[in-house]
């Protein structure tokens, strides 16, 4: 079975600075990989997601991620942050030999100080 | 329509109670999901559907049954709750095993609590 690891459990940071949330998951074959946010009192939504093709992804509100397959890592970065990014993060894999079981780190809870 | 639609938001029952949650997609996708979330933890996969077929049981106690009348309907019956059931529950769809682009979509979920 997949593993995820999340390295930060809570980021504060400053609005403005840069952000790099840190992913590495455990399994022995291939796997699509996906970064997922909940604002507060909101549902999941995906902010990007990685199947195949140029290792770094770009997703939603300028947040993008590299998928360095030697490293099992897929870290998540933005380079200036701002106030309405404060929310929990979470990283997710699932193999693509049973893509319906999908598993999710920790998470990261990010405060973003105004 | 990219909408996940779980009913009710909220829910207080009792230990003895029967409830259901439902949960509606409209986007076409052939694999529906329950998750339990608990608070600052990740979402726990609990059920699969897929092609209106139970496909994953990930050794969910029988006080908790899913149920697929359709393709874009998904239910979670509840009875004999115990108070540790208390999470946020949420429901999820995809286009399918084998289908490129297999993001799982989140309903807003279904706050739970167990009296």
């Known amino acids: 079975a997949q593993s995820v690891s999340q390295h930060n459990h809570h980021v504060i940071l400053s609005e403005a600075a840069s952000l790099e949330l840190g992913c590495n998951y455990s399994y022995g074959g291939t796997v699509n990989l996906f970064w997922y946010v909940q604002y507060p009192g909101q549902h999941l939504q995906l902010l990007l997601k990685?199947?195949?093709?140029?290792?770094l992804v770009k997703g939603i509100k300028g947040f993008e991620a590299e998928f360095i397959k030697s490293k099992f890592s897929f870290n998540l970065r933005k380079p200036s942050v701002q106030w309405s990014d404060t929310a929990e993060y979470f990283c997710a894999v699932n193999p693509r030999s049973n893509d319906y079981k999908l598993s999710f780190g920790a998470g990261t809870t990010v405060t973003v100080r105004a | 329509d990219t909408e996940v639609t779980q009913t009710p938001k909220h829910l207080v029952m009792g230990m003895t109670n029967k409830k259901s949650l439902k949960c509606e997609q409209h986007?076409?996708?052939?694999?529906m999901y329950w998750y339990k979330q608990k608070a600052k933890k990740p979402p726990e996969l609990m059920f699969v559907?897929?092609?209106?077929?139970?496909?994953i049981n990930e050794s969910v106690p029988s006080r908790f049954s899913p149920e697929c009348p359709n393709s874009s309907l998904l239910n979670l019956h509840l009875h004999a709750l115990q108070p540790e059931d208390s999470a946020l529950y949420l429901c999820a769809s995809s286009q399918g095993r084998g289908q490129l682009n297999t993001e799982a979509f989140f309903g807003q979920g279904t706050r739970l609590t167990v009296v």
């Open positions: 986007m076409g996708h052939r694999a």
């Open positions: 559907y897929s092609y209106e077929k139970l496909s």
């Open positions: 990685y199947f195949s093709g140029d290792p």
